[in-house]
Structure formats: structure tokens, C-alpha cells
């Protein structure tokens, strides 16, 4: 568990098959019962897909469902958005409104980073953050992140 308040987690990667399906905007049926905005945008997993053609490690592409260990329920989705670069890795990650405010999204970036680091190939990781979204701003911020303006 992560040393921030909230919901055990755990990060479970999807399948192609799932991928394929949310691609496609396919209902999945596994996660039915999933909260609206839980599982990862069809463009998240078209981008994986894509990468996992041209040889991209399943690792660093395909999206992990953030799932509350013990339920199951599925709060969100988290991810490296490609192999590292020079060292450098970008996540992304997103909770469902529902799920929000309860230490979900730092558990699961504190996880991708602890992730990241035993991958040996990082030695920063980075989150593209639109300015108006403190929320997500705060959880990086309490993770070490700092800002950056390029």
C-alpha cells in the first residue's frame, strides 16, 4: 500500500484483446460495472496498440486499470505513455470523478515511479499537466514532481 490515505491499490495491465475492444469503443465486459471515466480513452489504448506494433515493450504502452484491492472495482487507468528517451519516461493517469480526492491518483503515480525506477532505465519521469488542473498538480507535487514550463 502507499503511504497516502485512501483505497489499496493495484495496477493491473489490460490485455491486446481489451485494448482492441476499448480501441473501438467497444463495451468491455469485464469492467460493466466500472464508474464512468474509470477505464482509459480509446486514444489511450489505440496509442497502445499502435506502439505495440512498431515493438514498443508492452511495459512502457499498455495501460494499467487502477483496481481497489480486495473489490475489484476499477477506479482508473494509468500509464507510461512510451519507452524511456534519454533516460526520460511520461506517464499519464486518470481516476474516475467518483473516485477522486481519495489518495487514488498518488497511489498509482507513486507506483508507475517506484515502476520506473526498478526498470533501471529512468532516471526521470515526467506528467504533462494542463495549468488549470490542480488537482493533478497537487499529485505530483506531493510526489516530488516540480514545474516545468516548455
Keep these: 500500500?502507499?503511504?497516502?490515505?485512501?483505497?489499496?491499490?493495484?495496477?493491473?495491465?489490460l490485455s491486446a484483446d481489451e485494448l482492441r475492444r476499448l480501441a473501438s469503443g467497444?463495451?468491455?465486459?469485464?469492467?460493466a460495472s466500472a464508474p464512468a471515466?474509470?477505464?482509459?480513452?480509446?486514444?489511450?489504448?489505440?496509442r497502445a496498440l499502435s506502439q505495440l506494433e512498431t515493438g514498443t515493450p508492452a511495459f512502457w504502452c499498455v495501460p494499467f486499470l487502477i483496481v481497489a484491492r480486495g473489490s475489484g472495482v476499477v477506479l482508473g487507468g494509468c500509464t507510461f505513455k512510451g519507452a524511456p528517451v534519454?533516460?526520460?519516461?511520461?506517464?499519464?493517469?486518470g481516476v474516475a470523478k467518483?473516485?477522486?480526492?481519495?489518495?487514488?491518483?498518488?497511489?498509482?503515480?507513486?507506483q508507475?515511479?517506484?515502476?520506473?525506477?526498478?526498470s533501471g532505465n529512468v532516471q526521470l519521469v515526467v506528467a504533462d499537466i494542463l495549468?488549470?488542473?490542480?488537482?493533478?498538480?497537487?499529485?505530483?507535487?506531493r510526489l516530488g514532481f516540480t514545474r516545468s514550463h516548455t
Design 112 to 118: 508507475l515511479l517506484n515502476l520506473s525506477t526498478a
Design 86 to 93: 534519454n533516460g526520460c519516461a511520461e506517464i499519464g493517469y
Design 26 to 31: 467497444e463495451s468491455v465486459h469485464d469492467f
Design 37 to 46: 471515466g474509470a477505464l482509459p480513452p480509446p486514444h489511450v489504448a489505440a
Design 1 to 13: 500500500m502507499s503511504q497516502f490515505e485512501g483505497v489499496e491499490i493495484d495496477l493491473i495491465p
Design 98 to 110: 467518483s473516485m477522486r480526492g481519495r489518495g487514488v491518483a498518488t497511489s498509482a503515480v507513486e
Design 131 to 141: 495549468p488549470d488542473n490542480t488537482a493533478s498538480s497537487k499529485v505530483v507535487s
